[in-house]
C-alpha cells in the first residue's frame, strides 16, 4: 500500500519561511519523480514543483527563485523550501509520486501566509 504523509506548514507572515515534508512508504522511493502541488481556496489545483529520481529540479515560474525542492533517498523523504513566503501562496500543498508510477497524493498540509 502506498502512502505520502506529509508534515510540515501552517501560519506564517510574508516574507518568513517553511519547510514541507512528505515521507514515501510502500514504493521504491529513490526510483520515482517526485513533485509538489498547490490549491489555494476557489482555485485549481497548480504544479509548483518537481525532482527527478536523479534531482533534477524544476519550478513554476511565480515560485522559482523563492521555494527549493530536495530529497533524502535514505529517509524516503522530499522536501519544499519555501522562503519569502506571499500571501498568494496561501494554499493546501500536496505531495505527489510520479514516474514510474504516478497519482499517488499526500493528504495535504494547509500553509496560511498572512500577518
Known amino acids: 500500500q502506498v502512502q505520502l504523509v506529509q508534515s510540515g506548514g501552517g501560519l506564517v507572515q510574508p516574507g518568513g519561511f517553511l519547510r514541507l515534508s512528505c515521507a514515501a512508504s510502500?514504493?521504491?522511493?529513490?526510483?520515482?519523480?517526485m513533485a509538489w502541488y498547490r490549491q489555494a481556496p476557489g482555485k485549481q489545483r497548480e504544479y509548483v514543483a518537481a525532482?527527478?529520481?536523479?534531482?533534477?529540479?524544476n519550478y513554476a515560474d511565480y515560485v522559482k527563485g523563492r521555494f527549493t525542492i530536495s530529497r533524502d533517498n535514505a529517509k524516503n523523504t522530499v522536501y519544499l523550501q519555501m522562503n519569502s513566503l506571499k500571501p498568494e501562496d496561501t494554499a493546501v500543498y500536496y505531495c505527489?509520486?510520479?514516474?514510474?508510477?504516478?497519482?499517488?497524493w499526500g493528504q495535504g498540509t494547509q500553509v496560511t501566509v498572512s500577518s
Open positions: 505527489k509520486t510520479g514516474t514510474p508510477s504516478p497519482g499517488y
Open positions: 510502500g514504493i521504491i522511493f529513490s526510483i520515482h519523480d
Open positions: 525532482i527527478t529520481s536523479r534531482g533534477r529540479t
